[in-house]
T-cell receptor, first 114, second 111 residues
Framework: DTGVSQNPRHKITKRGQNVTFRCDPI?????LYWYRQTLGQGPEFLTY????????KSRLLSDRFSAERPKGSFSTLEIQRTEQGDSAMYLC????????????FGQGTRLTVV | QKEVEQNSGPLSVPEGAIASLNCTYS??????FFWYRQYSGKSPELIMF????GDKEDGRFTAQLNKASQYVSLLIRDSQPSDSATYLC???????????FGQGTELSVKP
C-alpha cells in the first residue's frame, strides 16, 4: 500500500483516558502533518514535522496533546486525559520535500470520547 | 473574519451542468491554493492546485485564481452525481507549510 496509513480507524474511549494514534506516511515523504476535523468544518491544523523535527504547533494543541516522529518515518499523536471536546476525526497527511507542496491524506482516525 | 471562507451550501446543480465553487482568503501573502474533495465519512483527496493568477484546467475541473481580489474558484464541467461531495478550499502561506482550510461547500448533483 503506497498511501498514508492511519491506525486505528476508530477509537472509542472514556473521558479521562489516554489515547495514541499512529500515522505511516507515504514512503520517503519528508513532511508529515496532523489535522483535526469536526463535523461540518474543514480540517484544522495541529502540527507538522520535517523529518523528525517538529516545525510548528498550533495553539489548538494544548498541553494534553503531544506528537512525535522519532525516526523521521511514522508519527504518533497522543491525547492525555481525553475530554468530550476531543471527539473528532484526526487526519494525517504527508508530502514530499518542501519544493513539492501537494499533501496526501490518510483515512483518518475517528475518536469518540464518551 | 476567517482566513479562508467558503459558502457552506448546499449547492445543487443538475447533472451535466457547470458547478461553480468559490473561496476567498484574507492573507495576501498566501502562495499556493488547493481544492480537495471529501466524500461523507472519508478523508480529503486532492483535486488540483494553483499557484499563479489565471486559469488551470485538468479534465472537467478548472481552478481560477485572482490574487488581487484574493479569490479562488473551482469549476466542474459536465457535473455528475458522483461529484456530489464537500469541496474544501485550502491555502498555504509558505511553500511546504501548513494548509489552512475553509469550512467546505457541499455540492449535490441531481440526476
Amino acid at each position: 500500500d503506497t498511501g498514508v496509513s492511519q491506525n486505528p480507524r476508530h477509537k472509542i474511549t472514556k473521558r479521562g483516558q489516554n489515547v495514541t494514534f499512529r500515522c505511516d506516511p507515504i514512503s520517503e515523504h519528508n513532511r508529515l502533518y496532523w489535522y483535526r476535523q469536526t463535523l461540518g468544518q474543514g480540517p484544522e491544523f495541529l502540527t507538522y514535522f520535517q523529518n523528525e523535527a517538529q516545525l510548528e504547533k498550533s495553539r489548538l494543541l494544548s498541553d494534553r496533546f503531544s506528537a512525535e516522529r522519532p525516526k523521521g518515518s511514522f508519527s504518533t499523536l497522543e491525547i492525555q486525559r481525553t475530554e468530550q471536546g476531543d471527539s473528532a476525526m484526526y487526519l494525517c497527511a504527508s508530502s514530499p520535500d518542501p519544493g513539492n507542496t501537494e499533501a496526501f491524506f490518510g483515512q483518518g482516525t475517528r475518536l469518540t470520547v464518551v | 473574519q476567517k482566513e479562508v471562507e467558503q459558502n457552506s451550501g448546499p449547492l445543487s446543480v443538475p447533472e451535466g451542468a457547470i458547478a461553480s465553487l468559490n473561496c476567498t482568503y484574507s492573507d495576501r501573502g498566501s502562495q499556493s491554493f488547493f481544492w480537495y474533495r471529501q466524500y461523507s465519512g472519508k478523508s480529503p483527496e486532492l483535486i488540483m492546485f494553483i499557484y499563479s493568477n489565471g486559469d488551470k484546467e485538468d479534465g472537467r475541473f478548472t481552478a481560477q485564481l485572482n490574487k488581487a481580489s484574493q479569490y479562488v474558484s473551482l469549476l466542474i464541467r459536465d457535473s455528475q452525481p458522483s461529484d456530489s461531495a464537500t469541496y474544501l478550499c485550502a491555502v498555504m502561506r509558505n511553500q511546504g507549510g501548513k494548509l489552512i482550510f475553509g469550512q467546505g461547500t457541499e455540492l449535490s448533483v441531481k440526476p
